[in-house]
């Protein structure tokens, strides 16, 4: 099974992470990842946490593969907002 | 004589170099006298002070600060050797080609002096060994320092060499080591590391003089060059200071020895009278510049947050910001430092949950991203966002920390592709993506050499909760 090397944002933190992510495996893995990476820096507990890619959120219930995550592309965690759906 | 692929670009007829000058008419028996005197002076103080008595007398932060100048700056130094003899043959006139000897002979001194004073101090604390093996590791911060070393003095041309190394890096940046951290050093009671790098200051500021005189013919005859260089430089330059100089100075100083903030270091030797002499000389001031002046207030409290929580991946101790050095950076960053409090609470917190000395309990362990230019951490921007921007070259995906760094690389691509990052090396099954393995084997750190807190996370405002001392 190939993994998919991402470079991970996540609001609050001060630095990049490598996410490596399996083709079938949900965003909403990614984002538990992607959270328990910059867990040292961010505190993650009391927060709802979206995945974007260019500015768009992604299905949480999307596969990696599902969602045309590229190899080495950028995402980036961010709090979801009062208000959001 | 003088072939353009060694002497450097623009190339000039002769008749154009005639009239270099520079300040400084040294003789060569002048030269040995006065450097002899220098000598004399750090030995002195050296025998005065007894070194590891003098060590352990020191606080365990500037220690760490020490430690960090100790690795990055005496065989970088040792490159300029090179760089400044390959200006003895090649630069194109005779009164340059002297002064880049003397330079030469600076440089190697400025190896030699710290070596000399500080690399003994291994025998009390192995850290220090990384004076000697910092460049001849794959430790990532030695990586980022040799892709630019390398390239600026190694590898430049004695144009190049001249406006990067002596008018960008010497006469913009070195000031911030070599006096702003020199006068921060005699607060800390450091008067060796203060007689040290002061001494290596009277030569800085002789053979810096061999940038302006080029700067200002290059940019008389091609102006479009001079500002590249220029531009070029100074954003290398910079990042590599905001390393070294502004974690030393915002965050290893003692809180009861701090001066003026980094920042305000940086106001004074960069803005001030940095862009005056560009402004001589009839260049601009770089294109980036707001970017800079967002990033003196952001990018080295980004990088420390980081590496403090990546500390075993380097070779010298930090030491966590508490209340009262919290209050000090936000009176000196107000616009900025508010949001890297969350980090550092979320720091004290774990640390608060631990055991004294479980450094990994407040440790980063998922595998930290590299700019494809600079080779330092994806950490420019502010903690909101991050400034990283990931574009496409020749068919291959590359990150850039900024703005800049992209900039950079995409005027010389020919000269920056074919590197690797760090996750490229992992990707490419070249370094383990296991970060014990990874510093173990790969970065050539051994546990009693790599970094902790400095106190073992014992503070005496942090309040530990009744779990962690169960």
Same mark, same amino acid.
């Given at each position: 099974?190939?993994?998919? *090397?991402?470079?991970?944002?996540?609001?609050?933190?001060?630095?990049?992470?490598?996410?490596?992510?399996?083709?079938?495996?949900?965003?909403?893995?990614?984002?538990?990842?992607?959270?328990?990476?910059?867990?040292?820096?961010?505190?993650? +507990?009391?927060?709802?946490?979206?995945?974007?890619?260019?500015?768009?959120?992604?299905?949480?219930?999307?596969?990696?593969?599902?969602?045309?995550?590229?190899?080495?592309?950028? $995402?980036?965690?961010?709090?979801?907002?009062?208000?959001?759906? | 004589?003088?072939?353009?692929?060694?002497?450097?670009?623009?190339?000039?007829?002769?008749? +154009?170099?005639?009239?270099?000058?520079?300040?400084?008419?040294?003789?060569?028996?002048?030269?040995?006298?006065?450097?002899?005197?220098?000598?004399?002076?750090?030995?002195?103080?050296?025998?005065?002070?007894?070194?590891?008595?003098?060590?352990?007398?020191?606080?365990?932060?500037?220690?760490?600060?020490?430690?960090?100048?100790?690795?990055?700056?005496?065989?970088?130094? @040792?490159?300029?050797?090179?760089?400044?003899?390959?200006?003895?043959?090649?630069?194109?006139?005779?009164?340059?080609?002297?002064?880049?000897?003397?330079? !030469?002979?600076?440089?190697?001194? &400025?190896?030699?002096?710290?070596?000399?004073?500080?690399?003994?101090?291994?025998?009390?604390?192995?850290?220090?060994?990384?004076?000697?093996?910092?460049?001849?590791?794959?430790?990532?911060?030695? $990586?980022?320092?040799?892709? !630019?070393?390398?390239?600026?003095?190694?590898?430049?041309?004695?144009?190049?060499?001249?406006?990067?190394?002596?008018?960008?890096?010497?006469?913009?940046?070195?000031?911030?080591?070599?006096?702003?951290?020199?006068?921060?050093?005699?607060?800390? /009671?450091?008067?060796?590391?203060?007689?040290?790098?002061?001494?290596?200051?009277?030569?800085?500021?002789?053979?810096?003089?061999?940038?302006?005189?080029?700067?200002?013919?290059?940019?008389?005859? +091609?102006?479009?060059?001079?500002?590249?260089?220029?531009?070029?430089?100074?954003?290398?330059?910079?990042?590599? @200071?905001?390393?070294?100089?502004?974690?030393?100075?915002?965050?290893?100083?003692?809180?009861?020895?701090?001066?003026?903030?980094?920042?305000?270091?940086?106001?004074?030797?960069?803005?001030?009278?940095?862009?005056?002499?560009?402004?001589?000389?009839?260049?601009?001031?770089?294109?980036?510049?707001?970017?800079?002046?967002?990033?003196?207030?952001?990018? &080295?409290?980004? $990088?420390?947050?980081?590496?403090?929580?990546?500390?075993?991946?380097?070779?010298? +101790?930090?030491?966590?910001?508490? *209340?009262?050095?919290?209050?000090?950076?936000?009176?000196?960053? *107000?616009?900025?430092?508010?949001?890297?409090?969350?980090?550092? /609470?979320? $720091?004290?917190?774990?640390?608060?949950?631990?055991?004294?000395?479980?450094? @990994?309990?407040?440790?980063?362990?998922?595998?930290?991203?590299?700019?494809?230019?600079?080779?330092?951490?994806?950490?420019?921007?502010?903690?909101?966002?991050?400034?990283?921007?990931?574009?496409?070259?020749?068919?291959?995906?590359?990150? @850039?920390?900024?703005?800049?760094?992209?900039?950079?690389?995409?005027?010389? *691509?020919?000269?920056?592709?074919?590197?690797?990052?760090?996750?490229?090396?992992?990707?490419?099954?070249?370094?383990? !993506?296991?970060?014990?393995?990874?510093?173990?084997?790969?970065?050539?750190?051994?546990?009693?050499?790599?970094?902790?807190?400095?106190?073992?996370?014992?503070?005496?405002?942090?309040?530990?909760?009744?779990?962690?001392?169960?």
């Amino acid at each position: 099974m190939s993994l998919v *090397p991402l470079y991970g944002f996540v609001e609050g933190d001060t630095m990049g992470v490598l996410v490596l992510a399996a083709r079938d495996m949900r965003i909403e893995t990614v984002i538990a990842n992607l959270c328990q990476s910059a867990a040292p820096r961010v505190s993650i +507990d009391g927060h709802q946490w979206d995945l974007l890619v260019g500015g768009h959120v992604l299905d949480p219930d999307n596969t990696v593969d599902g969602a045309r995550l590229a190899p080495l592309q950028r $995402i980036d965690l961010r709090r979801r907002r009062a208000g959001a759906p | 004589m003088f072939p353009e692929a060694l002497s450097g670009t623009p190339w000039l007829p002769h008749e +154009d170099w005639a009239g270099w000058d520079e300040p400084f008419k040294t003789k060569f028996e002048d030269y040995v006298v006065g450097q002899d005197d220098k000598e004399r002076g750090v030995t002195a103080v050296a025998a005065l002070l007894g070194r590891a008595k003098h060590m352990a007398r020191l606080d365990p932060g500037w220690l760490a600060a020490t430690k960090l100048h100790a690795a990055t700056l005496p065989l970088a130094e @040792f490159a300029a050797v090179v760089g400044n003899l390959r200006a003895t043959r090649f630069a194109r006139d005779g009164a340059w080609r002297t002064m880049s000897t003397l330079g !030469a002979l600076d440089e190697l001194r &400025h190896t030699q002096v710290p070596l000399e004073v500080l690399h003994p101090l291994l025998k009390v604390d192995r850290q220090f060994d990384w004076a000697h093996r910092f460049y001849h590791t794959n430790n990532w911060v030695a $990586i980022a320092a040799r892709h !630019a070393f390398d390239e600026l003095l190694m590898c430049a041309d004695p144009i190049e060499l001249a406006i990067g190394t002596n008018f960008v890096f010497e006469t913009g940046f070195t000031n911030l080591q070599f006096i702003g951290l020199a006068s921060l050093a005699e607060g800390a /009671d450091d008067r060796l590391f203060e007689a040290m790098v002061t001494s290596i200051q009277t030569d800085e500021a002789r053979h810096a003089q061999i940038g302006r005189p080029v700067l200002e013919i290059v940019a008389r005859h +091609d102006p479009e060059r001079a500002q590249y260089l220029v531009d070029k430089w100074f954003w290398r330059s910079w990042q590599l @200071f905001a390393v070294v100089t502004g974690l030393a100075m915002d965050y290893l100083t003692p809180f009861a020895r701090r001066g003026p903030s980094f920042r305000e270091f940086v106001q004074e030797w960069v803005a001030e009278q940095f862009l005056g002499a560009l402004e001589r000389l009839g260049l601009k001031r770089p294109w980036y510049w707001e970017i800079f002046e967002k990033s003196v207030a952001n990018y &080295h409290h980004m $990088i420390y947050a980081s590496a403090y929580s990546y500390r075993a991946s380097v070779w010298f +101790d930090f030491v966590l910001p508490g *209340p009262r050095e919290r209050a000090w950076l936000r009176r000196k960053y *107000p616009e900025s430092f508010p949001a890297f409090e969350p980090v550092w /609470d979320r $720091i004290t917190e774990t640390w608060a949950q631990t055991d004294p000395g479980i450094d @990994f309990a407040a440790h980063g362990k998922a595998i930290p991203t590299f700019c494809s230019l600079c080779q330092l951490v994806l950490s420019h921007g502010t903690p909101e966002h991050n400034e990283a921007r990931v574009t496409m070259h020749n068919g291959e995906p590359r990150v @850039f920390c900024n703005e800049p760094c992209q900039w950079i690389f995409e005027r010389e *691509p020919e000269r920056y592709g074919a590197h690797k990052d760090i996750v490229a090396r992992v990707l490419a099954g070249e370094a383990p !993506a296991n970060l014990i393995e990874f510093l173990r084997t790969y970065s050539a750190l051994a546990y009693d050499e790599w970094g902790k807190d400095a106190y073992a996370g014992v503070y005496p405002w942090l309040v530990r909760t009744p779990e962690a001392n169960r």
